[in-house]
């Protein structure tokens, strides 16, 4: 069985020690049943993955003494990933799963139809670390305050430029044309849409996918005629807010990302 594997915010260098907070303690000590000597692996998002085995074990805190370093960092591909916050437990799910599929940054975004009201900034930073120490990433997604998707696109050339935006449309034939008709009219499948992005733009990108309602005419409009916006579609079924962004990242990691 392979060693827990922790995130930690400490610089890591041989010999280091490294101080335990109180829910990494009980997750070392009281879950794992780790003992002294017993071995930890650490990563911080900088210094790529390192050895460690535990020095002192207190009941909310304790000490482990950094090793070796085992895996070189690794900076993934630039995606963000923009989304219109769901159930609570829709949009841990998609955190995690955006984790686990590389995204480098998720940034939750208040469209007209978006039910949620507010979003807990820190519990979803944790439920990423979570994801990031299960699935051997070496950092961890920056997760951005939420913001109204009108502010985002207002300032996005200013704040991010260069930046491409992949539009998931559910309603991709216009405003008022029925979903099923988007093939002939609107935006591409979504990964013929991806293989036409020439080498020379294939930088940073962000995903954008609506909320269970979709977005409003008037906001579709807008993204529809921006010039760092590509229209795409997920096919002919009404997908989940939460399994859209799953399909989403599939596809872009599969033509522009890590997994080509």
Same mark, same amino acid.
């Given at each position: 069985?392979?060693?827990? /594997? %922790? @995130? ?7 010999? +280091?020690? &490294?101080?335990?907070? !109180?829910?990494?303690?009980?997750? =070392? ?11 930890? /692996? %650490? @990563? ?7 050895? +460690?085995? &535990?020095?002192?074990? !207190?009941?909310?805190?304790?000490? =482990? ?83 109204p998707l009108a502010r985002v696109l207002e300032g996005w050339t200013r704040t991010d430029p260069g930046r491409s935006i992949l539009f998931l449309d559910e309603a991709a034939g216009g405003a008022d044309t029925p979903w099923r008709e988007a093939a002939a009219s609107g935006a591409a499948p979504v990964l013929r849409a991806l293989f036409a992005v020439p080498e020379t733009e294939a930088g940073g990108w962000a995903i954008l996918v609506g909320p269970e309602g ?47």
């Amino acid at each position: 069985m392979a060693s827990p /594997r %922790l @995130f930690v915010a400490a610089d890591l260098t041989a010999g +280091a020690r &490294v101080e335990l907070d !109180a829910a990494q303690a009980n997750y =070392l000590f009281n879950v794992m049943r780790l003992k002294p000597s017993d071995p930890v /692996r %650490l @990563f911080n998002g900088r210094a790529g993955e390192w050895t +460690a085995t &535990v020095g002192e074990v !207190a009941r909310k805190s304790g000490v =482990l003494q950094v090793g070796e370093r085992t895996r070189d960092h690794y900076v993934p591909p630039d995606l963000h990933v923009l989304f219109a916050p769901v159930k609570k437990s829709r949009t841990d799910y998609i955190v995690e799963k955006a984790t686990e599929l590389g995204a480098t940054a998720l940034r939750p975004v208040f469209t007209r139809r978006t039910v949620a009201e507010r979003v807990k900034t820190e519990r979803l930073r944790a439920v990423a670390v979570e994801a990031a120490e299960q699935t051997e990433r070496l950092d961890v997604p920056d997760i951005a305050e939420a913001q109204p998707l009108a502010r985002v696109l207002e300032g996005w050339t200013r704040t991010d430029p260069g930046r491409s935006i992949l539009f998931l449309d559910e309603a991709a034939g216009g405003a008022d044309t029925p979903w099923r008709e988007a093939a002939a009219s609107g935006a591409a499948p979504v990964l013929r849409a991806l293989f036409a992005v020439p080498e020379t733009e294939a930088g940073g990108w962000a995903i954008l996918v609506g909320p269970e309602g979709g977005f409003a005419p008037d906001e579709r409009e807008r993204l529809r005629t921006a010039t760092f916006v590509t229209c795409a579609s997920l096919g002919p079924r009404i997908l989940r807010a939460d399994t859209a962004v799953v399909a989403a990242l599939t596809a872009w990691q599969s033509v522009l990302g890590d997994w080509r």
